[in-house]
């Protein structure tokens, strides 16, 4: 594939640069990331387990949640490399909850070709999620 004009490169990337991705949350996905991860965390997927705790359902795994920043951060900066991300996990998700995710460019630091941005992600009742900052190394 070409991705030629795609690419983000440095001189592309400005301050305020922002991008969001919204999905719908399913049994489906979690089944899928416990298979792939081996999470099997009975808070993911049994509901008679988590009738008895606090949140009184089954969770949606928060990395899983979390692998919506890596969606935003690449349409943000596509052909770079993710450096790091902070996260910190706010609320629940539940199934059937879409989430969106945001990535925003809240610096460019020159000195490391790098650039930082605020990520975080908010439920369909706009309540935020996940809260965090990640960077990215700009390798053209």
């Known amino acids: ?26 049994e489906t996905d979690v089944i899928i990331w416990v298979g792939l991860t081996g999470d099997m965390n009975p808070m993911h997927i049994d509901k008679e387990y988590s009738k008895g705790t606090r949140f009184g359902d089954v969770l949606v795994p928060g990395v899983l949640v979390q692998g919506l920043i890596s969606t935003v951060v690449t349409m943000v900066a596509l052909g770079n490399v993710y450096a790091s991300q902070s996260v910190k996990f706010i609320k629940p998700v539940f199934i059937g909850d879409t989430i969106t995710a945001t990535a925003t460019v809240i610096e460019k630091v020159e000195a490391k070709h790098m650039i930082r941005l605020e990520t975080k992600c908010v439920n369909q009742k706009g309540e935020l999620v996940i809260i965090g900052e990640g960077m990215d190394f700009i390798l053209m």
């Not at 030629?4 to 990337?13: F, P, V």
């Open 1 to 26: 594939m070409d991705y030629g004009s795609k690419i983000k490169k440095w001189e592309d990337l400005k301050v305020g640069d922002s991008q969001s991705f919204s999905k719908t949350m399913t």
